[in-house]
């Protein structure tokens, strides 16, 4: 891994640093063999997943067809994938049609899902999350898949611990974080009816310098707004790190499914960051609200131990955010929302 720079001053080189893939990467795709498709490849993580797929696949001398799968409502987010290679296919995947109509590989990445929008919506939330996971499983049988979860499954967790373990009982707060356990026992309920090979990916929070916790809290303190930190604590992975661990955990599937949490190493106190942002900014943040003794909070010590610590420091991303904000370079504007703490998003 060469240095990493002292600021990101473009999207080229932002999306190389999410895209770089470490050595254990590359030997995580030796050992993954045959094509591979992601479904629901144009979120926030999927273009640069995929892309350090491609790099490690050069890499290790590999050839094999990535395939991406979305709706692609954005149709500019389609061209950039095709140009690295990619061969994405439009449609919807509560389509049972649709779904059957897909290529047959061995290795599937799932990153579909609904979140924002789901109060209000819940129907749509429940199908997206919960029922589309079976479609998926019987598609694609025989199969490996590594399927995109959240910790908020866990539910709330004492703020004076150090997160939920992978072996914590779910305890999810609200009808989003219900429909995520709900597609995870249905991811379950197959990789041991099916005997598919399954990884769950637990994720909180990844960020970078467009989206993501600490960007929602530097707009916050850059446009001098007042800050609830009623969600007082919370942990954040640079997006590159998370796709980093992701791919290390490709080979590793079982059944019943492998459960591993993506989560930087540290607890962080909201307060402190937006202190260390005004600093930058040369701002004075303010605050209302009291900090709750517990938040959403995993524990990715498993992973780290397991796969290697996230290479990029907190204070590394608190650093690039701040100038990348200052330079007014492009923001994707999803507000994450990680301070509700009702579970309504």
């Known amino acids: 891994m060469s240095e990493f720079p002292k600021t990101i001053d473009n999207l080229e080189q932002l999306d190389e640093l999410l895209s770089r893939p470490t050595p254990r990467v590359i030997q995580a795709l030796k050992q993954t063999e045959g094509d591979l498709i992601l479904l629901g490849i144009a979120g926030k993580m999927g273009p640069t997943l995929a892309r350090m797929i491609i790099r490690a696949d050069e890499a290790a001398g590999i050839q094999r067809r ?22 994405t296919i439009k ?10 109509s ?3 590989v061995p290795n599937v ?4 899902g609904m979140k924002f929008g789901a109060t209000g919506n819940e129907s749509l939330t429940w199908a997206m999350n919960t029922y589309l996971p079976s479609l998926v499983c019987n598609k694609y ?12 499954i866990y539910g709330l967790v004492p703020a004076s611990g150090q997160g939920s373990v ?7 707060v609200g009808e989003y974080a219900m429909s995520c356990l709900g597609r995870e026992r249905m991811f379950e309920h197959f990789s041991r009816t099916l005997k598919i090979p399954m990884t769950i990916i637990r994720l909180n929070y990844a960020t970078e310098c467009r989206y993501g916790v600490l960007v929602d809290l530097a707009l916050q303190v850059y446009q001098e707004q007042t800050i609830d930190i009623s969600m007082g604590y919370v942990n954040v992975i640079w997006q590159g790190d ?28 909201v307060r402190e960051i937006c202190e260390q942002f005004g600093t930058l900014f040369g701002k004075h943040p303010k605050f209302t609200g009291t900090e709750a003794e517990d938040a959403l909070l995993n524990n990715g010590r498993y992973g780290h ?30 507000p994450t929302h990680f301070e509700s703490r009702s579970g309504k998003f």
């Open 102 to 104: 897909l290529p047959d």
């Open 305 to 334: 131990q397991r796969y290697g610590a996230p290479l990029v420091e907190v204070e590394q991303i608190i650093g690039w955010i701040a100038d990348w904000i200052q330079n007014e370079r492009p923001l994707l504007g999803k």
């Open 91 to 100: 449609g919807d995947l509560l389509d049972t049609e649709f779904i059957n």
């Open 242 to 269: 998370a796709n980093a661990m992701t791919l290390c955990a490709l080979p590793d599937g079982t059944s019943p499914p492998f459960n591993l949490n993506v989560a930087g190493p540290q607890i962080l106190k």
């Open 66 to 87: 990535i395939l991406g799968v979305s709706r692609f409502s954005d149709e500019s987010s389609r061209q950039p994938l095709e140009d690295l290679g990619i061969e």
């Open 109 to 112: 990445i799932y990153m579909a």
């Open 141 to 152: 049988r025989n199969s490996r898949i590594t399927a995109f979860s959240t910790g908020n």
């Open 166 to 172: 992978e072996t914590d009982k779910p305890d999810p």
